[in-house]
């Protein structure tokens, strides 16, 4: 009965776990002995051996091989005494032994077991007796035909042909296997006895893993007659013999009927191996029994090793000419990324070469802050999701997939675009990456046979049954992109550390930078600290040595003498004062904030009580509104109120009386105050210069003063991270107002 | 009547000196007024050391010590006597042409007496040092532990 639903996993499971390098019997075409290597007594021994030779069944185990056969011991007694290394396997040579029917040829092999030496003799069917030098041709021609070859698929050929030439199979495939073991048939060469298999895809299941071990191990199988009668190895030990390496090994029932679904009655593998690994099969496959003498078998495994070592070659040839060309784009990027002041410009700018780097159809470069999407992409919107979706799940430097929906299902409605995605995060600290798309690459798969349906069981039977059916099944396949292949994420890996290295360097420029601010800051302090002495102390002695000279020789001068002095003085005076401000204002940008919470109003009591003196014989109007505490530095603020009040009193001169109005209010989350004054104001067209160093909108001889106070104010309040304005109108009074961040404002 | 105490001017700039010099003429103080151009010198003056081991004067009654200074500068000469249990009575008043913050902040930190900055205007100039050589010369009262000592 037909188990439909059974799953492909049960048929897996069940063939993984089949111990086939223990069949405990051989095929029917030689005798199998295995032996204690230190005395040659026969330890396990195939039951027709006795029956070959025409000996007593009792005879044969736990006597040595001398004792049994003694032709044969002498024969190849000193081959045996050679130790071999463990699992290989060597042909001895082609011995002609009496049997009960007569004198026979045999093939003499030899391996070593775990504790045994395991000899088979193989016989030699009369009827395809072949000689290496009927073979040489063949493989002249193969080698030759090898280096002309202009593909991969040719070679493949090639070798199909060849093996079929020398073997007389019906057909011969050469067979593939894809990442999840999965078999393809890439290249077949067959006369029109059997169908034809080329181009089709066959399940994973059909050879389970514990088969593909076997296959890398033991290079080369062969059943001549799906329908043999196995022979049994009897020993004088409970344990099994491991056939691993065993060329007359019995195969699993399940094999030979799976042959028997296919049509064929004999059948021959050869291992292709690149770098140790399995990377395909050359099957072959004749509806008739067929045997293969072994020095046939060795030719072909010869020739397949030969096609195997120039498939690598060319391979690595294609993969080299690949790099050479990605590493070429990868350089131009670089340039472009070189040439930039924002590096990531050289991608953004240059997207066909940043999607030849990946062979993508589109890209996205993306952080927290911008999305540039190249090309062929998912929409904004979408690949902005996608970014938050590899920010949270796949941190690491590089993501690859070729069916994104497996991994984030959101991608299924945007596949024609975007199935295949491969990935580099530029930075964790903040997510940045560069996403390149491929669209869905729409495959029609042929499997031999449908491969979800692969099981029969028997109802209440343990045994399992290959499935039956061969014929063409068709599959398409959706949401999976071609494949990447490794020189393309090599090149996208080494684009990543390029950029990071730039990331990295830019990062250092910028630390040297801060160093360098912060050294030239020092210096500019060292700078005002001798002006302030130096420059200082000349004007201090001109104007010290003047007035000496005018009150202790000024009888002797002129009165236009002492003029001149008075002159040199009031200017060697001006100019000491201004090295005296210049400095206060280099110090207010220099000096750390000290902020606390100050009152203000007793800041500007005492202010006006300093200036007393200046405004003696004036008549001033103060009007003194509210004024809140704040959270400032004290001194600062006190220079502030300073120079606003002061200016204010200096500009009123001419007024009669004069008003000066002080004051504050809120504004959405700052705290404004003001000075407002009646006085001889400014023209606003002049109001951009009023807060600049040494700016002045007046005469010296109307209104004394060096043009730093506005500029100390502005620089007090922006460093406290508030603003300065003021307005006003010539002769219509002026207001100065200053506000401060509510943050820092009154508690 | 005790033997009036000195004062003992570092500078090295000889026109401030001879400025503050005049100035303290002018105030008529009977103060000998001792002038040192270096704070090496300043120090040997008052520990008895070097050109000064044998001086008879008595310590001074105040030190107008100049800030900036060849080989040892002000704040060192300030920062050894006001850390010396002996000596650090001795008023010391900082003499100096910088504005500087930093200094301001430092002298006060070691105990400076006074901090003066030199005015620019001379008459300014004249009546700081008057005012700061009657101050310490004449008004200021020293305390009775150095009076011992001295």
Avoid at chain 1, 134 to 148: D, H, I, K, S, W
Avoid at chain 1, 208 to 213: I, V
Avoid at chain 2, 39 to 48: S, W
């Amino acid at each position: 009965m037909t188990l439909e639903t059974a799953s492909r996993d049960l048929d897996l499971t069940a063939c993984d776990r089949e111990p086939i390098h223990i069949p405990g019997s051989i095929q029917p075409y030689g005798i199998l002995l295995a032996m204690r290597p230190s005395d040659l007594v026969l330890t396990y021994a195939s039951v027709n051996t006795a029956e070959t030779f025409g000996l007593e069944r009792q005879v044969v185990l736990g006597r040595t091989l001398r004792e049994v056969l003694p032709k044969v011991a002498r024969l190849l007694e000193p081959d045996l005494a050679q130790p071999e290394e463990r699992g290989s396997t060597r042909f001895l040579r082609t011995l002609a032994i009496g049997t009960a029917r007569g004198e026979r040829v045999f093939d003499a092999i030899v391996h070593n077991g775990a504790d045994q030496t395991i000899l088979e003799l193989e016989e030699t069917p009369s009827e395809v007796a072949t000689t290496l030098d009927t073979l040489y041709p063949t493989l002249r021609r193969f080698v030759e035909q090898l280096q002309a070859a202009s593909s991969v698929e040719e070679l493949c050929r090639l070798a199909a042909e060849d093996v079929r030439r020398m073997t007389g199979f019906d057909r011969v495939l050469v067979y593939e296997f894809d990442p999840e073991w999965n078999g393809n048939v890439i290249a077949e060469d067959r006369n029109d006895v059997l169908p034809s298999y080329r181009g089709l895809r066959f399940p994973a299941s059909d050879i389970p893993s514990q088969a593909r071990e076997l296959y890398r191990r033991n290079r080369l199988r062969i059943i001549p007659d799906a329908n043999y009668t196995a022979v049994p190895i009897e020993s004088l030990s409970p344990e099994p013999l491991d056939l691993s390496d065993a060329v007359l090994r019995s195969v699993s029932p399940v094999h030979l009927e799976y042959m028997r679904n296919m049509g064929t009655m004999a059948s021959m593998s050869i291992s292709i191996l690149r770098n140790g690994r399995l990377w395909g099969l050359i099957s072959c496959h004749s509806g008739e029994p067929r045997r293969v003498p072994l020095s046939v078998r060795n030719a072909c495994d010869f020739l397949t090793q030969i096609f195997s070592l120039q498939l690598e070659a060319r391979e690595r040839a294609a993969i080299a000419e690949n790099r050479m060309r990605l590493g070429s784009v990868q350089a131009r990027l670089l340039g472009h990324m070189a040439a930039e002041d924002v590096f990531i410009n050289g991608l953004v700018n240059n997207p066909f070469e940043l999607m030849e780097l990946a062979g993508a159809q589109g890209v996205a470069i993306i952080d927290a802050e911008r999305c540039q999407c190249l090309g062929h992409t998912p929409t904004e919107d979408q690949v902005q999701a996608l970014f938050h979706w590899l920010s949270s799940e796949h941190p690491e430097d590089m993501f690859v997939t070729e069916v994104l929906s497996d991994h984030y299902p959101e991608a299924a409605s945007y596949a024609s675009v975007a199935s295949g995605v491969l990935s580099i995060a530029i930075s964790k600290m903040h997510p940045s990456y560069v996403i390149w798309f491929r669209p869905e690459a729409v495959q029609t798969v042929s499997w031999g046979g449908d491969p979800h349906k692969p099981v029969h069981g028997e109802v209440g039977a343990t045994r399992l049954h290959p499935r039956n059916s061969f014929e063409i099944w068709k599959e398409t396949v959706r949401g999976r992109s071609s494949s990447w292949n490794p020189s393309e994420i090599d090149a996208v890996k080494e684009l990543r550390n390029t950029i990071v290295g730039i990331v990295l360097r830019r990062a250092e420029e910028m630390a040297s930078l801060a160093e360098e601010l912060h050294r030239s800051n020092k210096e500019l302090e060292a700078f005002s600290y001798s002006v302030s002495h130096d420059l200082r102390a000349p004007f201090r002695h001109v104007v010290g040595y003047a007035e000496l000279l005018k009150k202790q020789e000024g009888s002797h001068i002129t009165d236009r003498g002492r003029r001149y002095i008075d002159t040199i003085i009031e200017s060697a005076f001006t100019a000491g004062t201004l090295v005296d401000n210049l400095l206060s204002f280099s110090q207010m940008g220099r000096t750390a904030l000290k902020p606390r919470l100050i009152h203000t109003q007793p800041i500007v009591d005492e202010i006006r009580q300093k200036l007393l003196l200046e405004t003696e014989g004036r008549h001033i109007v103060w009007k003194i509104g509210d004024l809140p505490p704040i959270q400032a530095d004290p001194f600062m603020i006190q220079l502030v109120f300073e120079n606003l009040v002061s200016n204010a009193v200096k500009y009123t001169r001419p007024r009669d009386p004069a008003v000066i109005e002080l004051g504050s209010y809120r504004k959405d989350d700052n705290v404004v105050f003001f000075v407002r004054d009646n006085g001889v104001g400014f023209d606003m067209a002049y109001v951009g210069k009023l807060f600049g160093v040494f700016q002045r909108l007046h005469r010296m001889e109307e209104f004394e003063g060096t043009g730093i106070g506005l500029a100390n104010v502005r620089r007090i309040i922006e460093r406290h991270g508030g603003k300065v304005w003021a307005e006003g109108a010539i002769d219509r009074g002026a207001t100065f107002s200053f506000s401060l961040p509510n943050a820092i404002g009154a508690a | 009547m005790p033997e009036l105490k000195p004062i003992l001017l570092v500078e090295d700039n000889p026109k401030d000196v001879e400025l503050a010099l005049t100035a303290l003429e002018q105030s008529q103080l009977a103060n000998e007024v001792v002038v040192v151009r270096d704070g090496a010198e300043a120090i040997d003056f008052l520990y008895r050391r070097g050109v000064y081991e044998t001086r008879n004067t008595a310590d001074p009654a105040v030190v107008l010590l100049d800030l900036k200074l060849p080989k040892v500068d002000g704040l060192e000469v300030l920062q050894r006597v006001k850390t010396d249990p002996e000596m650090r009575h001795t008023p010391i008043v900082m003499l100096t042409s910088s504005r500087e913050e930093s200094d301001l902040v430092r002298s006060y930190e070691l105990g400076v007496n006074a901090f003066v900055v030199k005015p620019v205007g001379f008459r300014e100039f004249f009546e700081a040092i008057q005012d700061l050589g009657v101050f310490w010369g004449i008004l200021n009262e020293p305390p009775p532990h150095r009076d011992r000592t001295g």
